[in-house]
C-alpha cells in the first residue's frame, strides 16, 4: 500500500521507511516512539505530527489524513 501512495503523492509527500530492527536508525525509533508494527506516522509541513496509524490501517483512512496534511 505504501508503494501505491509513494507513487500517487511522491512528487508532495516523502516517503521514508525504518527498519526497526537496524540498530543503525534505534535512534529514529525511539524519537518517534515506534511502539508497534507496522507505524506510520504522518507529519505536516512544518514537521508537527499530523496523524498516526499503528498496525494495519485502512488506506482510505490514510488518503484523508494525507489531505488533511497537505491543506
Known sequence: MVN??????GSRVTF???DV?????RD????L???GHPTLVLFDAVGVEAR???G?????????AIAE???
Do not use: H, K, W
Not at 4 to 9: D, G, I, N, P
Not at 21 to 25: I, K, L, T, Y
Not at 28 to 31: H, I, Q, T
Not at 56 to 64: G, M, T, Y
Open 33 to 35: 516512539r515506534v511502539r
Open 4 to 9: 501505491r501512495l509513494a507513487s500517487e503523492y
Open 56 to 64: 494495519p490501517a485502512d488506506q482510505e483512512d490514510i488518503v484523508a
Open 69 to 71: 496534511a497537505l491543506r
Open 16 to 18: 521514508v521507511r525504518l
Open 28 to 31: 529514529a525509533v525511539d524519537a
Open 21 to 25: 530492527g537496524d540498530p543503525a536508525v
Open 52 to 54: 498516526r496509524f499503528v
